[in-house]
T-cell receptor, first 114, second 115 residues
Framework: GDSVTQMEGPVTLSEEAFLTINCTYTATGYPSLFWYVQYPGEGLQLLLKATKADDKGSNKGFEATYRKETTSFHLEKGSVQVSDSAVYFCALVASYNQGGKLIFGQGTELSVKP | DAGVIQSPRHEVTEMGQEVTLRCKPISGHDYLFWYRQTMMRGLELLIYFNNNVPIDDSGMPEDRFSAKMPNASFSTLKIQPSEPRDSAVYFC?????????????FGPGTRLTVT
């Protein structure tokens, strides 16, 4: 079945460091890909998305490119801030899926130190 | 818009009691999802509705759990009887059909503690 695998956390970085969180997926067809972020004590929020191969999603300085050849959707940010500390979830919606049922990865916790 | 509204935000109850969690989706959204999040199991989809009709309840852990959506603006998740292993944060999310596929808006969650 469809699945998403993320790099294990926690990831601890210093402020202004470069961030990469790896995400790979297994899916039938051509899924849409998403990154969600969960700040402490809150629900998940959509961070960015990409709906077809080679699309780049971007928001708040974060970027991820849909790579069909490597079935990956790695999240990157050039310079992290303390306020980026959160749990990040990679997710997909299968192309055949009705209603947008999301398949989530296990989440990667990011901690940014001043 | 106020976003997805959940109540209560915190619930503490004793084992064996009935618990009802409530959700008001964003107006106009036609899909509603219930999730459970724990440290051990991560984020799990329990059930989702389309136009108030349950589409997939394969994630509901057992018969003690039930969910209803009597109208487009209200849904409940009920646990009866509750058990300590039901302690978790329960999220409700809504989305706008095919155009918003995958773009789910989450509520703040209900933190349930069963003692």
């Amino acid at each position: 079945g469809d699945s998403v695998t993320q790099m294990e956390g926690p990831v601890t970085l210093s402020e202004e460091a470069f961030l990469t969180i790896n995400c790979t997926y297994t899916a039938t067809g051509y899924p849409s890909l998403f990154w969600y972020v969960q700040y402490p004590g809150e629900g998940l929020q959509l961070l960015l998305k990409a709906t077809k191969a080679d699309d780049k999603g971007s928001n708040k300085g974060f970027e991820a490119t849909y790579r069909k050849e490597t079935t990956s959707f790695h999240l990157e940010k050039g310079s992290v801030q303390v306020s980026d500390s959160a749990v990040y979830f990679c997710a997909l919606v299968a192309s055949y899926n009705q209603g947008g049922k999301l398949i989530f990865g296990q989440g990667t916790e990011l901690s940014v130190k001043p | 818009d106020a976003g997805v509204i959940q109540s209560p935000r915190h619930e503490v109850t004793e084992m064996g009691q009935e618990v009802t969690l409530r959700c008001k989706p964003i107006s106009g959204h036609d899909y509603l999802f219930w999730y459970r999040q724990t440290m051990m199991r991560g984020l799990e989809l329990l059930i989702y509705f389309n136009n108030n009709v349950p589409i997939d309840d394969s994630g509901m852990p057992e018969d003690r759990f039930s969910a209803k959506m009597p109208n487009a603006s209200f849904s409940t998740l009920k646990i009866q009887p509750s058990e300590p292993r039901d302690s978790a944060v329960y999220f409700c999310a809504s989305s706008l059909g095919r155009r918003g596929e995958g773009e789910q808006y989450f509520g703040p969650g209900t933190r349930l503690t069963v003692t």
